[in-house]
C-alpha cells in the first residue's frame, strides 16, 4: 500500500473525565508538532478548569485496528473529542454533553489550524 507522509494521523476518540475534571488524549509516534498541539489544545481547557493527560496507545476495542497497522505506521497519532462517562457510546441513548462538543471543536480547529500551516509553507516553497 502506498499511502503518503501526514503531519498528524487526528481522530475524535479522546475522552473527559468528568469526576477529576481532566481530558484524556491518545497518542503515538509524538514528534514536536505534536507537543505542541497538546499544549495548545490543553490550553484551551482553562475555562473549562480542566487539566490533560496523555495515554501512548490507540482506542482498543476487541483487537489491534488494522488502520493503526497499516496506515498510521510510525507517523504521529492524535485523538481528541467529547465522550465522557455518560455518553452511553454506541447505545439507542447515546449523547454528548453540548459544552464538550464546543470544547472539542475548539480544540479541532486550533488542530486544524496548527497544522494547515505546514501546508501553506510547502506550496510557498513550491
Known amino acids: 500500500m502506498n499511502i503518503p507522509k501526514m503531519n ?17 488524549y491518545l497518542t ?13 489544545a490543553t490550553d ?4 473549562l478548569q480542566f487539566s ?6 490507540i482506542l482498543t476495542k476487541f483487537d489491534e485496528c488494522p488502520f493503526i497497522k497499516h496506515i498510521l505506521l510510525d507517523q ?3 485523538a481528541i473529542g467529547p465522550n465522557d462517562e455518560f455518553s452511553r457510546i454506541h447505545e439507542p441513548n ?6 464538550l462538543i ?3 471543536f475548539e480544540q479541532f ?14 506550496d510557498l516553497l513550491k
Open 8 to 24: 498528524v494521523w487526528f481522530e475524535e476518540t479522546g475522552y473527559y473525565d468528568l469526576g477529576r475534571y481532566r481530558q484524556r
Open 109 to 122: 480547529s486550533a488542530v486544524l489550524k496548527h497544522y494547515s500551516k505546514f501546508k501553506i509553507q510547502e
Open 28 to 40: 503515538l509516534n509524538e514528534d514536536p508538532d505534536l507537543a505542541n498541539v497538546l499544549e495548545i
Open 52 to 57: 490533560a493527560y496523555t495515554e501512548n496507545r
Open 94 to 99: 447515546e449523547s454528548l454533553s453540548i459544552p
Open 76 to 78: 504521529p497519532y492524535l
Open 102 to 104: 464546543q470544547k472539542s
Open 44 to 47: 484551551l481547557l482553562n475555562d
